[in-house]
């Protein structure tokens, strides 16, 4: 039992890390723009197939580095030529815009690759199992995962606690116009908060990709969690993205393991369980399988008891 | 003008009209219609089932197609959402099709066949056809079976049976965690379990019976773990497209070694994805030949013929095979395309499959009776792999088709 939850643990962290890395471009970007970016999860599903390809061609290790890149460099440029104009003719606009990219993007993928999963595996390096407990395993692919977010984490948070450019691109978020006053360019530091949320998630797709399947479905089926992490987490605030991703990866993993249902939590009660009638199916259902719901409950009670998120300032 | 010339002009108009329109009626393709998912987590599933049926239906139309008309398939998609396949058989019937092939969920299927149903009862105009490759849910040709549904797979209980009796005869096996998607199908695997193995092995202790929401889960690791921690020495599942892909991956990468008996681990990524870790570990129930170490040769020609036009797909549904060509037989018997008729010329029909296997459509359920095939995950003596992976399916054993047909459990009603 002990093992279990150790490892339910351990796999909320992953997952949690993984949807911090994807949630603290989005956060950003919502800051700047005051709109959420539909199209950020399809930035993670081209990093994911775009270090696919180069993987075959050069190497794991390369791709892990090139691919972000390539997807920051994208997302500078949808930004660029795109949210810059659209940016003039409001909210409904740009979000229109986002929107947009995401449908884009999911059938240009479809066309480039085709719709089947690929087979896109983690480095043979990695591929051994970094410790064991009783008859569990916990790949080192996945400690992999966690060194990199824990990695990219620490970066941000030097990068916007102790770095002028941080401190200018936090001034940009809530004061552009006392910004652009002071002589900075404010565009430029948008169009480099797209593009590094962009690499963001693109790199979130690398690593996430042979763990998660790389399929033209995988932006849809992780968007809609990480918005609502965003959410939870207060929109625009990285430590809100970071606590909301941390709790909903560990939450959604150890209700897996919870088999208790309303019926067997009140007879353990010694309550009297009515377990017939219209209601039998709610006793009978156990937390497990009401675990990917969960986030979802949690986002509608936050937003009830606190509007504005864990550590948000403005209302949703 | 005179009368007379009038008359005799408005003849010849009619004439020309009379002599063209039976050409013109006879180069109009038959049309049928496919409504499975073409976008979403299961679009690989159904892009290349379609694949499969445009690759038949061709098959057909070189051989000089049915009554002299081409076949057509017209996709529709449907996002595996029973709400929107009921908008898409709008469009199918608004259209004049008057076949549907549908396979993907059994969620969807009962929805298609109830709004089905209700519309040949409303309107013996426009009656439709609802044509079922893949959705085995038992419960669409027992108690919610009616004349205008027709299925081609074996249901999940043929199918369980043919698993349990494999299960039976392996003693090592004490503890079994049974893990499904959350919908009909999922349950109607998981009590199908329970219940045969109830009969056929009571020493077997069930140690899980696991329903997960279908196509949301991300990683399936927890779900591993749990198995891992029940101590369970095989695992039973239904699960199919990403769900399958993520939990093979996933007791791969979590270090699960037991044996998997399922019902559709293969094709469309999963074979890839379960890659060595899963060789003479995962066991798969099929209607087919595997085609693995000897393929009958219609079967052998129709893979490689398949697998020139796309070298990236597979034929894993031999099924969708006789099911065209069964549906075109019916139409050939019916001299039409008229529901009633080709439903009635489906009763009862026999015919010979790609595996040499000799199948025929009870007319009491509309339950295509057929032999099940169990087969292993395996790369020695792979002729045909699946996703170019060098693994594929390797026959152990089949269950010739009167041992695989369970009683049939439908009152059927058909129109007077």
């Known amino acids: ?316 | 003008m005179s009368k007379a010339k009038r008359g005799l002009i408005g003849v010849l108009v009619l004439a020309v009209v009379a002599w063209l329109a039976p050409g013109a009626m006879s180069a109009d393709p038959i049309r049928v219609a496919y409504i499975d998912p073409l976008s979403g987590p299961f679009a690989a599933t159904g892009e290349n089932g379609l694949k499969q049926f445009r690759y038949a239906a061709d098959q057909i139309n070189r051989a000089g197609g049915v009554l002299g008309r081409q076949v057509e398939i017209v996709p529709f998609d449907n996002k595996v959402s029973p709400q929107e396949s009921l908008i898409q058989l709008k469009k199918v019937i608004g259209d004049g099709i008057p076949f549907l092939f549908q396979g993907n969920s059994s969620g969807v299927a009962h929805a298609i066949s109830d709004a089905v149903q209700k519309h040949n009862e409303r309107n013996p105009g426009s009656r439709v056809l609802y044509l079922n490759y893949s959705a085995v849910d038992p419960a669409l040709t027992n108690e919610k079976c009616h004349f205008w549904h027709f299925r081609f797979d074996a249901h999940a209980d043929m199918k369980m049976a043919a698993l349990t009796d494999v299960i039976k005869a392996n003693a090592k096996i004490k503890k079994i965690y049974v893990i499904g998607q959350d919908y009909s199908f999922g349950k109607a695997v998981a009590d199908a379990a329970v219940k045969m193995l109830g009969q056929k092995r009571p020493d077997i202790q069930i140690v899980g019976n696991e329903l997960h929401p279908i196509g949301k889960v991300k990683d399936f690791s927890p779900y591993v773990q749990k198995i891992i921690a029940s101590g369970a020495d095989a695992v039973i599942t239904g699960n199919w497209g990403a769900d399958m892909v993520n939990l093979a991956k996933a007791a791969n990468d979590g270090g699960l070694k037991v044996p998997f008996y399922t019902y559709y681990a293969a094709s469309d990524g999963v074979t890839a994805a379960i890659g060595a870790a899963g060789v003479d570990r995962i066991r798969l129930v099929h209607e087919s030949h595997p085609g693995n170490p000897d393929a009958p040769k219609p079967l052998a020609d129709h893979i490689a013929g398949y697998k020139k036009l796309h070298a990236n797909n597979d034929i894993n549904q031999a099924r969708i095979h006789t099911a065209l060509n069964m549906l075109a037989l019916a139409v050939k018997k019916a001299g039409s395309t008229d529901a009633d008729k080709v439903a009635a010329a489906l009763e009862g029909m026999e015919w010979t499959n790609l595996s040499g296997d000799h199948v025929v459509m009870r007319p009491d359920d509309h339950q295509l009776l057929m032999p099940i095939y169990i087969s292993v995950h395996t790369n020695k003596g792979i002729k045909f792999d699946y996703d170019n992976s060098g693994f594929g399916l390797s026959l152990e054993s089949k269950i010739e088709r009167d041992k695989a047909t369970l009683p049939a459990a439908c009152t059927m009603k058909r129109p007077s």
């Open chain 1, 1 to 316: 039992m002990l093992e279990l939850a150790l490892f339910s643990l351990l796999n909320g962290l992953v997952f949690g890390m993984l949807l911090f890395m994807l949630s603290s471009g989005l956060t950003l970007i919502f800051g700047m723009m005051g709109v959420l970016n539909f199209a950020h999860a399809s930035f993670y599903m081209l990093g994911a197939y775009f270090a696919y390809t180069l993987g075959a061609s050069v190497d794991f290790w390369p791709a892990l580095l090139l691919a972000p890149l390539l997807v920051g460099g994208l997302g500078a440029l949808v930004e660029r030529f795109g949210l810059r104009r659209v940016h003039r003719f409001g909210h409904v606009a740009e979000l229109i815009f986002t929107f947009g990219v995401a449908i884009l993007v999911e059938e240009v993928v479809q066309l480039v690759w085709g719709r089947p999963a690929k087979s896109y595996e983690a480095p043979a390096v990695l591929d051994f199992a970094l410790f064991r407990l009783a008859d569990n395993a916990f790949p080192a692919y996945k400690g992999f995962m966690l060194l990199v977010a824990v990695g990219i984490f620490l970066f941000l948070f030097g990068v916007f606690t102790r770095t002028r450019a941080g401190l200018i691109i936090q001034a940009s978020l809530t004061h552009p116009g006392m910004v652009a006053m002071l002589g900075h360019n404010v565009p430029r530091v948008f169009m480099v908060v797209f593009g590094v949320g962009s690499a963001l998630a693109g790199l979130a797709g690398v690593i996430a990709g042979p763990v998660l399947g790389t399929f033209p479905g995988m932006a849809q089926v992780l968007g809609s969690i990480v918005f609502v992490v965003v959410v939870i987490g207060g929109l625009g605030s990285l430590t809100g993205a970071f606590i909301a991703s941390l709790a909903i990866g560990v939450i959604q993993t150890s209700a897996v393991a919870l088999d208790l249902s309303l019926g067997t939590t009140a007879a353990s009660l010694g309550l009297p369980v009515d377990g017939g009638g219209a209601l039998q199916d709610l006793w009978r259902v156990t937390i497990a399988q009401v675990a990917p719901m969960l986030p979802y409950l949690l986002l509608v009670l936050v937003l009830i008891v606190r509007p504005t998120g864990l550590f948000g300032t403005r209302e949703t």
